[in-house]
């Protein structure tokens, strides 16, 4: 299903509910080496707020960790 731009119609969607819920900010964490899940917040506005090193540990080895906040 990747390349189907099914993540950029829910990324939209989202972005609307929040705003129509009067919230004031989101915010999304991502595992630093997956470039291609990085490029689809930015291209809707969202940027890095943190990047904290080794912050997740899965299948043996530990990642870092990009959280991407946008104010709404």
């Known amino acids: 299903m990747r390349g189907m731009g099914i993540g950029a119609m829910?990324?939209?969607d989202l972005i609307e509910q929040a705003?129509?819920?009067?919230?004031h900010d989101m915010v999304g964490g991502i595992e630093a080496g997956n470039v291609a899940s990085l490029r689809l917040p930015k291209r809707f506005g969202?940027?890095?707020?943190?990047?904290?090193a080794q912050a997740r540990?899965?299948?043996?080895r530990w990642l870092d960790l990009v959280f991407m906040q946008k104010i709404l």
């Not at 969202?46 to 904290?52: F, H, K």
Request: charged share 35%; net charge positive; proline share 5%.
């Open 10 to 12: 829910l990324l939209a």
């Open 19 to 23: 705003r129509a819920r009067d919230k």
């Open 46 to 52: 969202l940027t890095e707020s943190r990047r904290p």
């Open 57 to 60: 540990h899965t299948s043996g």
